[in-house]
């Protein structure tokens, strides 16, 4: 049966996004064979360029070399003002002119969530959306509060259909994040023990090195509760503290992820959040902003599995190093009480960035003739297997979405009830604390929650 043609069109296609990201994940996906061949991209932008200009501005985006001869051969430039009803007449004719009737589109909304609203209204009463395998995938935010999301989402809905909706986070489509299932539910030596009657905490942490680069625009809008731990980290989260779904539909996982958050709390004493040194100096900053670059908060997940077992979210800018990872620490044996020595707590860490890979710590006797016990780690490291053959998050979401798999991506309740959650840690006013450097924020950590991070 032959494959029906596919036609990808991106809004917001000057921008990095699409350089760094969309462009070598199509073209990744199509050296793989894992799309159609009979492919068209349209990349819409207000700019007046010709088509070679338009990819020679794409590769001065990004250090990475893009194929130029091969989107030549399947890449149309469409001049369009997206805000501008009118237009979108000349973009369905363009779509028509394949001359395939059945052809899946495939719409990718690569712009700000303030353009959202305009844009999916001309697409409605343009008629692009046709179809029930045509999808509209959009990035976050997905709003900024409860209130906005819901604004969104209804809005979206006049429009659409959920099943065409796709909300890509992006961290969900990294190779270690889609591993987290895997390593818990096809293992028995950890799923066994997994939850509260082994486990003595679990932390979730997403550190950056660089500041806000070029984002004051949104970032000061956001902050790092609403830019990271909203999505990123309670994803994290879910992933980590969900029960086993009653299958491994799209549905039933995310079904099992809301229960998380249903389920979540924190505790504000503990609590807090902090601002770099130099942030209100960066460039966009207003001079009074009281904006979030770090995070730390101990929450709670009440359901049966975790209860009483910490979750330590932490994430912030300007940090001592770029990493991303998932630690779970076990609480000691019966047995180790008795042997009056210094004992290491076993750890699993699930790292997830820069490197992917898995590692569990465990104690064991040093060789010789003494009874010393060392730390030792078994660890498993993705990329050094794979050199060169991990595909990119966005090769993976592209692909799922295109086939209509849903799991990567979150279904408007997850967002609901992620939204009610950030908005009582933002009711709370958590302290804000300067910081120069991790070592000030490690010591306020020690003294709150009594641990190491």
Known sequence: ?????????????????????????????????????????????????????????????????????????????????????????????????????????????????????????????????TQANDRIIFEKPFGHDLKSAKAINQMLWQYFKEEQIYRIDHYLGKEMIQNIMTVRFANIIFESVWDN???????????????????????DTAGALKDMVQSHLLQMLCLTAMDAPKDYSSEAIQEEKVKVLKALTFDPKVSFTGQYDGYLKEKGIKESSLTDTFVFLKAYVNNTRFQGVPFYLLTGKKLEEKTSKIILKFKPTKEQEKWQLPLSENELHIKIAPKDG????????????????????????????????????????????????????????????????????????????????????????????????
């Open 197 to 219: 009657q082994y486990i003595d905490s679990v932390q979730i942490i997403a550190k950056e090195e660089e500041g806000i680069l070029n984002r004051a625009g949104y970032y």
């Open 358 to 453: 898995v590692k569990l710590t465990f104690n064991s006797k040093k060789p010789g003739l003494k009874s010393h016990i060392e730390k030792v780690d078994l660890a498993y490291d993705m990329a050094s297997k794979y050199v060169g053959n991990l595909p990119e998050a966005y090769e993976k979401l592209l692909l799922d979405a295109i086939m209509g798999h849903k799991t990567l991506f979150t279904r408007w309740d997850e967002i609901e009830y992620s939204w009610k959650f950030i908005d009582k840690v933002v009711n709370e006013k958590l302290d804000l604390i300067i910081y120069e450097t991790y070592e000030k924020l490690k010591k306020e950590i020690i003294k709150r929650a009594n641990i190491k991070i």
């Open 1 to 129: 049966m032959k494959k029906k043609k596919l036609i990808i069109t991106i809004f917001g296609s000057t921008g990095d996004l699409t350089a760094r990201k969309l462009l070598p994940a199509i073209k990744q996906l199509y050296d793989k064979n894992e799309i159609n061949k009979d492919l068209q991209i349209l990349a819409l932008g207000r700019r007046d360029y010709s088509l070679d200009e338009y990819l020679d501005y794409m590769q001065s985006l990004t250090t990475e070399t893009l194929d130029i001869h091969f989107f030549k051969t399947i890449l149309t430039y469409v001049k369009m003002q997206i805000t501008e009803a009118s237009d979108y007449q000349n973009l369905k004719q363009v779509i028509e002119e394949t001359q395939d009737k059945d052809a899946q589109k495939l719409f990718y909304l690569a712009i700000g969530p303030e353009l959202l609203p305009i844009v999916a209204k001309n697409m409605y009463e343009s008629h692009l959306v």
